[in-house]
């Protein structure tokens, strides 16, 4: 983020942001081809063939972060393969989450044949060949994982088979913690900037069943609560400690652990969703108050402070670049 005073710098820090493409407005003859050569660069190289025959509708939403890519995915109907030769030729060397949002669909590795349904979770090394088909279309959400991040936060290099769970409502809470934190990063009014190390922190989790440290999976439940009440101006450390089910001091020291506390944590994600909405430009109308109010604030005046000193520029005037 810039510094104040410091001309060398845009005053407007650019935001990642997601990206979208799109089949439609491409020849019939070129979708295919064009969807391929997208998803090889943004997420894993496939081969797609549509079951309608000619033509394929498709749109994928990208957001590429330090470490992993996340990535909301819609199409016509088709099936994808991932076959020996193709993982040989383009390795992809990263663990993938998909989570089914529409649709039955159908996933084949190894011999063996699973019907995914919606609210399912898919967790496997995307270097070990498979099949997906999708009857029904496809809706899902999509995290890539390198291997090397992946390892360091579960010890495992790799997913000899694929995980299949449930996460819908009354199911996985970890599972579902991620969907909503991963669409909330990639919707398309007002994205939430995801915040990386809790999404590791669940996709640990969920890929370990549970078996990472209790630290990992008690970080994971404490900063999914801290996602889901960012506007709540009364969420607090004791509301985090309970809504994790552990205690205030627990909570304190797996922060601690992490080189920062409850209150600082909940700051940062505040400022962070702050800057991304007065950066985006995308409301004339608003006020600076207005974003401080829906990023959970209660004061103008502490909002202001508080978002210079971290950012070094003050709010109203990232909001008046944005515009300009």
Known sequence: MPSAGDASVPLVAPVRRPEVFETNRLSADAQVEA??????????????RPIDGHGFDAQEINLQLDQIHLARVRATRHVVERPASLVKEMPARSIAVY?????????????????IRPGQLIVCDVDAPFLRGFGHGLEELAVKVPVPAFAARTGMASMPTPLVLDAGRDQDPHGRALVQMVGRALRANDPVPADEGAVLDLISVIATAGKVSLATAHRAAA??????HLADPGLSAPAVAAGAGISERHLSRLFADTGTSVPRHILGRRLELAYAMLSAGSD???????????CGFTSASYFSQAFRKRFGIAAGDVRRAALA
């Open 223 to 228: 900063k999914a609560f801290i996602e889901d």
């Open 284 to 294: 004339p109308g608003i006020r600076t108050v207005d974003v401080a109010e829906k």
């Open 35 to 48: 969807w391929e050569r997208h998803n090889a660069s943004a997420l894993v190289a496939l081969s797609c």
């Open 99 to 115: 989570a089914s949002l529409r649709g039955e669909a159908i996933l084949e590795y190894a011999g063996h044949r699973k019907v």
